[in-house]
């Protein structure tokens, strides 16, 4: 169990980093290979499920360290 949680837990980890680096703004960072807000028809709309999308991950990302320390 412990290592299924560690694989998991890496997996979230890169994909945290990679919502975190999508956030950033005027062209720094992943936001400017392209992939903004600003290049897309619905600017807030997708500002917006960015946002939430990074939330969920945190979430996630945080619920599965208190279980691995608990499995510690």
Same mark, same amino acid.
């Given at each position: ?23 950033? !703004? =005027?062209?720094? !960072?992943?936001? #400017? &290979?392209? &992939? ?5 028809? !619905?600017?807030?709309?997708?500002? =917006?499920?960015?946002? =939430? ?7 996630? &990302?945080?619920?599965?360290?208190? #279980? ?5």
């Amino acid at each position: 169990m412990l290592a299924v949680l560690s694989v998991w837990h890496i997996l979230v980890s890169i994909s945290l980093v990679v919502l975190i680096l999508m956030h950033s !703004g =005027r062209d720094t !960072g992943f936001s #400017g &290979f392209g &992939f903004t807000p600003q290049s897309q028809g !619905g600017q807030h709309v997708v500002e =917006r499920n960015l946002t =939430r999308l990074t939330v969920v991950v945190a979430t996630i &990302f945080a619920a599965n360290t208190v #279980g691995l320390f608990y499995l510690l």
